[in-house]
């Protein structure tokens, strides 16, 4: 079992910056591969960011490619995602997921564990 509890969240005007993390419990962390979600209002959840159990493997949704970050430190049991250049598009409730299996990494029916989420909202 992983619990998770993400962190960061809160309100920043349009072109501003926030690091979202999530810590995650147990000893097992680095056996999970790790993403980020979100889900805007009136909107279905979406994929954001993944990255692969030791780290050297991310993959982003395009609308973020080149303004988000997705890192993790397996020592401290936790995933960032640093977000840069934000959007009023990127307000949303924020997910870190775990899996067990690196494929389909988009897919949140892959993903064994989610957080509660987190709110981001970007003013403009």
């Known amino acids: 079992q992983v619990q998770l509890v993400e962190s960061g969240g809160g309100l920043v005007q349009a072109g501003g910056s926030l690091r979202l993390s999530c810590a995650a419990s147990?000893?097992?962390?680095?056996?999970?591969?790790m993403g980020w979600f979100r889900r805007a209002p009136g909107k279905e959840r979406e994929f954001v960011a993944f990255?692969?159990?030791?780290?050297?493997?991310?993959y982003y949704t395009d609308s973020v490619k080149g303004r988000f970050i997705i890192s993790r430190d397996n020592a401290k049991n936790t995933v960032y995602l640093q977000m840069y250049s934000l959007k009023p598009e990127d307000t949303a409730v924020y997910y870190c997921?775990?899996?067990?299996?690196?494929?389909?990494?988009?897919?949140?029916?892959?993903?064994?564990?989610w957080g509660p989420g987190i709110q981001v909202t970007v003013s403009s």
């Open positions: 147990g000893r097992t962390f680095s056996s999970y591969a």
């Open positions: 990255i692969s159990r030791s780290g050297d493997s991310t």
């Open positions: 997921a775990a899996k067990s299996q690196q494929y389909f990494y988009s897919l949140e029916g892959t993903y064994d564990y």
